[in-house]
T-cell receptor, first 110, second 115 residues
Framework: GENVEQHPSTLSVQEGDSAVIKCTYS??????FPWYKQELGKGPQLIID?????GEKKDQRIAVTLNKTAKHFSLHITETQPEDSAVYFC?????????FGKGTMLLVSP | DAGVIQSPRHEVTEMGQEVTLRCKPI?????LFWYRQTMMRGLELLIY????????DSGMPEDRFSAKMPNASFSTLKIQPSEPRDSAVYFC?????????????FGPGTRLTVL
C-alpha cells in the first residue's frame, strides 16, 4: 500500500518567517495530494490541495509544490503568524483512499 | 452547510462495554470515511462507504469493530466489546466521489476513552 513520510515532526519559527514541510510518497498511482491543518480539539481542515497534473499551486500565503518524478511534495507558508500554529498533515490519495503523513507541529512565536 | 456532524463529542466507558459513534455527512455527499487518530499510529482509515455500500474495510482492526450506513445521511461505528487500546479520537469525513471530488471534509471527532 501507499506510504507517506513527513518531515519535520516539529518546526518552530518566528512570526514573519517562512515555514516549509516536506512529504514523500511511495505509490506512483497516487494522483491527489491535500494538506490539512488540525488545531487542538478539532478535526483536520483542508487548507490547500494539488493534483498530479499540476506542479505548483498558491493561495495567498500558502503554496504547495509537487515533483511526481521524485514522488515528493511540499507545503510552503510565508509570513507566518501566531494563528498558523497547529499540526499540519500531508496526504496522498489513490483510488479515493487517503494515506496521511504523521504530521508536523508548527509553532509560530510572536 | 453545517458540515460533518459527529456525536457524542466525548465518550468515557469501561472495558467490555459497547460503544456506538455516530456521523452525519455533509448533505449531498455520497462517500463517508471513518478514521482513528492516535499519537502512535497517526490518522488511519478504518472503513469507507460509497453510496451507503462499504467499499474498503481493510483498516478495521478486528471483529470487535463494525460500521453501518443505513442511509445517505447517517452512519455508525460500533465497538463491542471495547478495550482500553481502543482509546483514540475517531473522525468521520465525507466527500462527493460520484462528482469526481476527492476532497474529504472532516467532522470534529469523538474522543473515546476506555477505562
Amino acid at each position: 500500500g501507499e506510504n507517506v513520510e513527513q518531515h519535520p515532526s516539529t518546526l518552530s519559527v518566528q512570526e514573519g518567517d517562512s515555514a516549509v514541510i516536506k512529504c514523500t510518497y511511495s505509490d506512483s498511482a497516487s494522483n491527489y495530494f491535500p494538506w490539512y491543518k488540525q488545531e487542538l480539539g478539532k478535526g483536520p481542515q483542508l487548507i490547500i490541495d494539488i493534483r498530479s497534473n499540476v506542479g505548483e499551486k498558491k493561495d495567498q500565503r500558502i503554496a504547495v509544490t509537487l515533483n511526481k518524478t521524485a514522488k515528493h511534495f511540499s507545503l510552503h507558508i510565508t509570513e507566518t503568524q501566531p494563528e498558523d500554529s497547529a499540526v499540519y498533515f500531508c496526504a496522498a490519495c489513490r483510488v479515493s483512499t487517503l494515506t496521511f503523513g504523521k504530521g508536523t507541529m508548527l509553532l509560530v512565536s510572536p | 452547510d453545517a458540515g460533518v456532524i459527529q456525536s457524542p463529542r466525548h465518550e468515557v466507558t469501561e472495558m467490555g462495554q459497547e460503544v456506538t459513534l455516530r456521523c452525519k455527512p455533509i448533505s449531498g455527499h455520497n462517500s463517508l470515511f471513518w478514521y482513528r487518530q492516535t499519537m502512535m499510529r497517526g490518522l488511519e482509515l478504518l472503513i469507507y462507504f460509497n453510496n451507503n455500500v462499504p467499499i474498503d474495510d481493510s483498516g478495521m482492526p478486528e471483529d470487535r469493530f463494525s460500521a453501518k450506513m443505513p442511509n445517505a445521511s447517517f452512519s455508525t461505528l460500533k465497538i463491542q466489546p471495547s478495550e482500553p487500546r481502543d482509546s483514540a479520537v475517531y473522525f468521520c469525513a465525507s466527500s462527493n466521489l460520484d462528482r469526481g471530488e476527492d476532497t474529504q471534509y472532516f467532522g470534529p471527532g469523538t474522543r473515546l476513552t476506555v477505562l
